[in-house]
């Protein structure tokens, strides 16, 4: 079963707007962290932003915050201000404990166009 | 930040040859490394973790003889692509796990691409 789930392949954004990328995750854990990475083309994974289970307020990392809805299991990244810079694939990661240790493990991803 | 090397950064062998990519804590010592793969357009797929001095563990699915990691140091581990076939080639990328650094403490390598014909 998916435990992250990135349900838009791709997206598109005027520049200078702000665009909301979906995550949801399934865990069982009661710890856990969340993340979100930009792939440019050149394949490097760009850290963004991060939450924690147990963290009340929502991230905000500059133009980038995390909506985290614990409740729901959501964890959608806002990013305000679109730039061309921003097109990048996007992956919603969820790193926990469990059994096997610590692993973090990823969605499949959103492809952001940012259009002039 | 934690920096993670990997090398090479791009790697084309023949079919039935074996390859090897080394992943480099700079740093800090990485007591765990994970290796994943990501095919064209697709999601990091996480293959294997790796502590140091010990065994890999190996998700379901991945075959442990094909792909032998080796993490003999804290600062150092490798994935061995045996006998590749052009089915192997894919985006490698490491990461390495600094436990001092609290919740960030995950860091990317900058990938290899191993391209096998």
């Known amino acids: 079963a998916q435990k992250i789930t990135q349900t838009q392949p791709g997206m598109f954004v005027q520049e200078k707007e702000a665009v909301t990328l979906d995550c949801t995750y399934d865990t069982s854990d009661q710890s856990y962290g969340l993340f979100w990475y930009k792939q440019p083309s050149s394949g490097e994974m760009i850290f963004l932003i991060y939450q924690g289970s147990y963290d009340e307020q929502n991230a905000t990392e500059g133009r980038y915050s995390l909506n985290f809805q614990k409740a729901r299991k959501s964890a959608n990244l806002v990013i305000s201000a679109s730039q061309l810079g921003d097109s990048a694939m996007y992956f919603c990661?969820?790193?926990?404990?469990?059994?096997?240790?610590?692993?973090?493990?990823f969605g499949a991803g959103t492809r952001l166009f940012v259009k002039a | 930040g934690a920096v993670v090397s990997q090398h090479p950064s791009r790697v084309i062998c023949k079919s039935g040859t074996s390859v090897k990519i080394e992943c480099r804590s700079l740093d800090f010592q990485a007591t765990t490394m994970f290796w994943y793969r990501q095919f064209p357009k697709q999601s990091l797929m996480l293959m294997a973790t790796?502590?140091?001095?010990?065994?890999?563990?190996?998700e379901q699915g991945v075959e442990k003889d094909k792909f032998l990691i080796n993490h003999a140091s804290l600062t150092l581990s490798t994935l061995t692509v045996t006998s590749a076939h052009p089915e192997d080639s894919s985006f490698y990328i490491c990461?390495?796990?600094?436990?001092?650094?609290?919740?960030?403490?995950?860091?990317f390598g900058p990938g290899t691409r191993l391209t096998v014909t």
């Open positions: 990661a969820m790193r926990e404990g469990g059994t096997g240790g610590f692993k973090t493990i």
């Open positions: 790796s502590n140091e001095g010990s065994k890999a563990t190996y």
């Open positions: 990461s390495a796990r600094d436990p001092s650094g609290g919740p960030l403490e995950q860091y």
